[in-house]
């Protein structure tokens, strides 16, 4: 079954530091990873893409890794603002279909305190 | 910022109504997707849509049904709602993947919080 695994499901940091989310995903087979950033009541915003190929994107204080052989992929935040207060929701897009199916996770819900 | 855009923002409507939602984008995306999204929970499918005159039901059941008459408009309607359709419903678009655009971002749009009372 074709799965996308976040943790943690939530996390509270000071303003300033650094976190690291984690997604693990079973989906099969696999074409590319998205992390989304999603503001309450609003739309997931991408971040970042990577391919079977790319083990490492960086977006400004977000970077991303991916481990293609384990299946796994985090989100480093650096430097975090109180902006970087919303879910971070991992996403694994899967080629096998014609219409290319997404597979959402539960998401991490980041909360950034001054 | 993606030119994808949804109306209303929020609806609170009685048992019963019927209700459009309306979805919008100016990209000229052939894709268009509708996904419902409960606090706390993933994003799931509901229905799509490849271009003008198809439309496809997505992985949830959904009492919605949709339509694409234009390319830029996939507007949701529910006949009579309930309770139980209360959730957060976004819309979303993107290219139809082809050579060397692979990715298929998709790029949403702002949502609607329905309440249904």
């Known amino acids: 079954k074709n799965q996308v695994e976040q943790s943690p499901q939530s996390l509270i940091i000071l303003e300033g530091k650094n976190c690291t989310l984690q997604?693990?995903?079973?989906?099969?087979?696999?074409?590319?990873l998205r992390w989304y950033k999603q503001d309450t009541g609003r739309g997931p915003v991408s971040l970042t893409i990577?391919?079977?190929?790319?083990n490492t994107k960086s977006n400004g204080r977000y970077t991303a890794t991916l481990d293609a052989d384990t299946k796994q992929s985090s989100l480093h935040i650096t430097a975090s603002q109180l902006s970087d207060s919303a879910s971070y929701i991992c996403?694994?897009?899967?080629?096998?279909?014609?219409?290319?199916?997404?597979?959402f996770g539960r998401g991490t819900q980041l909360t950034v305190w001054p | 910022e993606a030119d994808i855009y949804q109306t209303p923002r929020y609806l609170v409507i009685g048992t019963g109504k019927k209700i459009t939602l309306e979805c919008s984008q100016t990209?000229?995306?052939?894709?268009m997707y509708w996904y419902q999204q409960d606090p706390g929970m993933e994003l799931h499918l509901i229905h799509y849509?490849?271009?003008?005159?198809?439309?496809e039901k997505g992985d949830l059941s959904s009492e919605s049904t949709v339509s694409r008459i234009r390319t830029e408009h996939f507007p949701l309607t529910l006949e009579s709602a309930r309770p139980s359709h209360t959730s957060q419903y976004l819309c979303?678009?993107?290219?139809?993947?082809?050579?060397?655009?692979?990715?298929?971002?998709?790029?949403f749009g702002p949502g609607t919080r329905l309440t249904v009372l």
């Open positions: 979303a678009s993107s290219e139809s993947s082809s050579g060397r655009k692979t990715y298929n971002e998709q790029f």
């Open positions: 990577m391919t079977f190929s790319e």
């Open positions: 997604c693990n995903y079973t989906v099969s087979p696999f074409s590319n």
């Open positions: 849509s490849y271009g003008v005159n198809s439309t």
């Open positions: 996403v694994v897009f899967d080629r096998g279909s014609t219409l290319g199916r997404l597979y």
């Open positions: 990209m000229g995306h052939d894709k």
